[in-house]
């Protein structure tokens, strides 16, 4: 009987919580079509906010960043990560304390350490010699920054989880290390190269902190063009490319869901 | 010695292996050599010298900084700082303890749930913070504005006064930031009492413990792996925060975060703001290290470790 009240109660929290996380998420998408320009205040049901984004110049280049910067540095990001997957992996034997270090610090850094740290190292470098003008690519070479570790360790992973006789059998098989690659490494670590790819474009378009600090005037990405505008006074044009983005997130997860699905015979 | 007892086929293997792992793992340390440790490093050296006319790190070296982050300036002491520096240690504190609040009995619920449906809730649970962050910050600077329902309710009680919204305000950063971390301590959490071991929790009922007792003895050793891990994944992210409380303290809860980006932008002062990134670098490894010191006397400290 208590145990009962008890699971009801907990129930009931739980129901509680989903609200409270889902709420703030409502209140923008609700207000996106709001026809008035108010945050307090629901006249009317309209789409005019997003009329007004495709004529928005600024927020269509902000968007082309935030799709450049993603992709370019994932690939880079990808192609680095997964050579150091394959060294950890190959010489896990040896002592490698210092590699582990390298790889951990990016994550561990909190945000705000690693965009000043870079900015300021940039901003001196551009002084001293004209390069790394702070724009897209001083963000490029930020974002791939945080997305080797991740790459690395996805893949590195991936080798773990292999029979090790499996790598006899591909020298065996193939004599160039790099028909080895092209017929056994890659179609063996392909879900890991796909999965670390779309995390390293995940953390690439979903950051902010360290992307508004190595920004340059002229390569806002989303979530930087929107905080200048919340910051300048809130338009509800910023809820309705919100709203878009809590979209594409959702719609992220419903994908991810139907993926991930155990599959029954 | 030992060279002249390998052979000559096993040498060439071995610098083999070692020209193998210089060109895989050359690429990627060197990129983060290069693009982060040296510009930590940098960080770290302007701490130590003087602000200059533009903002700008200058020669000599000096200890100014850290005496400007502890609140002397040129007219001597003055709060402002040492208030900033308190804000945040109690922000993180009263934040991570709310998290842990809220998380432990939802960790606990979604195990009691039929199987098929956990993966569903835990990704419920997780969905909100795939969203940007600075989105979901403006979603409650929306909620709790002047004028909305939640300010007229707080202000019907006496909590706030009249026209004052519940943001800007310290009350609004806390609430922001257990929002921001409440998946963090969930996931770890889940995974302490999904592998639970109720064979204990029986035995204490068979001896006849009171429920309280039950679970202090029997249930939440078992999870305090989990819930180190959690701390950890929320109190370090949580002491460095800078888009919460610049968005819903409006100027007046800085956090350090905030103090130390302030000093790269507008009120240029590099070695201050490089002096407080410090703290936090400093900050984040003592968190690191204690809860990996912890989490191994507890035993099953492999879950601690990030």
Redesign the interface.
């Known amino acids: 009987m208590r145990k009962r009240t008890l699971?009801r109660g907990?129930?009931g929290?739980?129901w509680l919580?989903?609200a409270?996380?889902?709420?703030?998420?409502a209140?923008?998408v609700l207000?996106s079509f709001n026809s008035v320009n108010s945050?307090?205040h629901f006249a009317d049901v309209s789409l005019r906010w997003y009329h007004q984004l495709l004529g928005n110049e600024q927020i269509l280049s902000a968007f082309r960043n935030s799709l450049i910067l993603a992709i370019v540095s994932s690939v880079i990001a990808l192609v680095?990560?997964c050579?150091?997957g394959?060294?950890?992996y190959?010489?896990r034997h040896?002592k490698l304390g210092w590699?582990i270090v390298?790889?951990?610090?990016?994550?561990?850094?909190?945000?705000?350490?690693?965009g000043?740290?870079?900015?300021?190292?940039?901003v001196?470098i551009n002084r001293a010699t004209g390069l790394l003008e702070p724009g897209l690519g001083t963000m490029i070479?930020?974002h791939?920054?945080f997305q080797?570790p991740f790459v690395?360790l996805i893949v590195y992973s991936r080798f773990v989880g292999l029979d090790p006789t499996l790598f006899e059998a591909a020298k065996d098989l193939y004599a160039s290390p790099f028909k080895r690659a092209l017929h056994f490494l890659i179609p063996t670590l392909k879900p890991a190269l796909i999965s670390a790819f779309f995390l390293s474009f995940?953390l690439s378009i979903?950051d902010?902190?360290i992307s508004f600090?190595t920004a340059g005037p002229e390569s806002a990405t989303?979530?930087i063009y929107?905080?200048g505008a919340?910051k300048k006074g809130?338009t509800p044009e910023?809820n309705a490319i919100?709203s878009l983005?809590?979209g594409a997130?959702?719609l992220?997860?419903l994908v991810?869901?139907l993926f991930?699905r155990p599959r029954r015979r | 010695m030992v060279e002249s007892s390998l052979t000559a086929s096993r040498r060439r293997a071995v610098v083999g292996?070692t020209r193998?792992?210089l060109?895989?793992?050359t690429?990627?340390?060197a990129?983060?050599?290069v693009?982060?440790?040296?510009?930590?490093l940098?960080?770290m050296a302007?701490a130590f010298m003087t602000n200059g006319p533009y903002g700008l790190p200058e020669m000599p070296l000096s200890l100014d900084a850290f005496r400007q982050l502890a609140g002397f300036g040129f007219l001597g002491w003055s709060p402002g700082n040492a208030y900033t520096l308190l804000r945040s240690l109690w922000q993180t504190f009263v934040s991570t303890a709310l998290v842990v609040i809220?998380a432990y009995?939802?960790a606990?619920?979604?195990t009691?749930c039929r199987e098929k449906w956990r993966?569903?809730?835990l990704?419920?649970?997780v969905?909100?913070s795939?969203?940007?962050?600075?989105?979901?910050t403006?979603?409650?600077?929306?909620?709790l504005?002047?004028?909305?329902p939640l300010s007229d309710l707080a202000e019907s009680l006496g909590l706030i006064g009249p026209h004052m919204g519940l943001y800007p305000s310290d009350f609004a950063v806390t609430l922001g930031l257990v929002?921001n971390f409440?998946p963090f301590m969930v996931l770890p959490l889940y995974a302490a009492f999904e592998k639970l071991d109720v064979a204990q929790v029986q035995a204490a009922q068979d001896l006849y413990a009171s429920p309280v007792r039950a679970f202090w003895h029997a249930v939440f050793p078992q999870t305090l792996p989990g819930l180190l891990a959690g701390t950890v994944l929320v109190a370090?992210?949580a002491?460095?925060m800078?888009?919460i409380p610049e968005?819903l303290g409006g100027g007046k809860s800085m956090m350090l975060?905030n103090l130390?980006?302030r000093q790269?932008s507008g009120g240029s002062n590099?070695p201050l703001?490089?002096a407080g990134?410090i703290l936090?670098?400093l900050a984040?490894f003592v968190g690191?290290y204690a809860m990996r010191r912890i989490g191994r006397r507890l035993g099953g400290g492999e879950e601690v470790v990030?």
């Open positions: 699971n907990l129930a929290f739980w919580t989903l409270f996380l889902y709420l703030p998420l209140v923008v207000f945050a307090a680095i990560g050579l150091i394959y060294g950890m190959r010489h040896r590699l390298l790889i951990y610090l990016p994550i561990v850094l909190p945000d705000i350490v690693f000043i740290s870079e900015m300021a190292f940039f001196q070479i930020a791939v920054t080797i690395a995940t979903d902010f902190v600090f989303l979530p929107i905080w919340i809130v910023i919100a983005m809590i997130v959702l992220a997860a991810s869901l991930n | 292996e193998h792992l060109f895989s793992v690429p990627g340390a990129w983060i050599t693009f982060l440790v040296l510009p930590s940098y960080l302007v809220v009995p939802l606990y619920y979604i009691t993966p569903l809730m990704l419920a649970v969905v909100p795939w969203t940007n962050q600075v989105i979901r403006f979603g409650w600077m929306n909620l504005a002047p004028g909305t929002y409440l370090i992210p002491f460095g800078y888009v968005l975060g130390v980006a790269f590099w703001g490089a990134a936090m670098l984040t690191l990030i």
